[in-house]
């Protein structure tokens, strides 16, 4: 699979969008406000400039999801990449890959300072994927490790 295989999504795929981090979520056992919410969300999301969504495949089989902010240490906005799911029936087939190569060609057209990944610690293999493709979870300069802290208010 290619970038060229990987369309941003439109807020008339919204519910593909939707089916697809409903779908990660239930893999990774985590709760799913559901489908018709997602879509919901979404459809009012992805017609603004803060949220990005990518589907790989034909039909989509890879989703990516973003955010965009700006950032007071960079002039440009930082993107945010809040899920990456492949469903595991295709994964190896460079569908994630593809997503990811898609994302950093259209930041760095769009001027992007930064593209930022959360991964839990545990995931060893979202590791390996994000370092293939050139990220780090260590300081470069320091080689002081990042972490990430959350705290829910609702």
């Known amino acids: 699979m290619t970038p060229s295989s990987v369309q941003r999504a439109t807020p008339a795929e919204?519910?593909?969008v939707a089916k697809?981090?409903?779908d990660f979520n239930t893999e990774c056992d985590t709760e799913s406000p559901?489908?018709?919410v997602l879509t919901e969300r979404?459809?009012?999301m992805l017609a603004t400039d803060r949220t990005l969504a990518y589907l790989g495949g034909d039909p989509a089989r890879g989703?990516?999801?973003l955010t965009s902010r700006p950032n007071v240490w960079y002039a440009t906005p930082v993107w945010l990449l809040d899920d990456l799911y492949v469903e595991p029936e295709v994964r190896g087939e460079g569908i994630g890959g593809a997503l990811i190569e898609r994302i950093l060609a259209d930041a760095s057209a769009a001027r992007v300072a930064a593209v930022e990944i959360l991964v839990d610690a545990p995931d060893v293999d979202a590791q390996r994927f994000y370092e293939r493709h050139g990220f780090h979870g260590v300081e470069p300069v320091t080689g002081e490790r990042a972490y990430y802290?959350?705290?829910e208010l609702s």
């Open 14 to 16: 919204a519910a593909t």
């Open 20 to 22: 697809l981090l409903h």
């Open 34 to 36: 559901g489908i018709p």
């Open 42 to 44: 979404l459809t009012a």
């Open 63 to 65: 989703v990516a999801l």
């Open 149 to 151: 802290y959350a705290l």
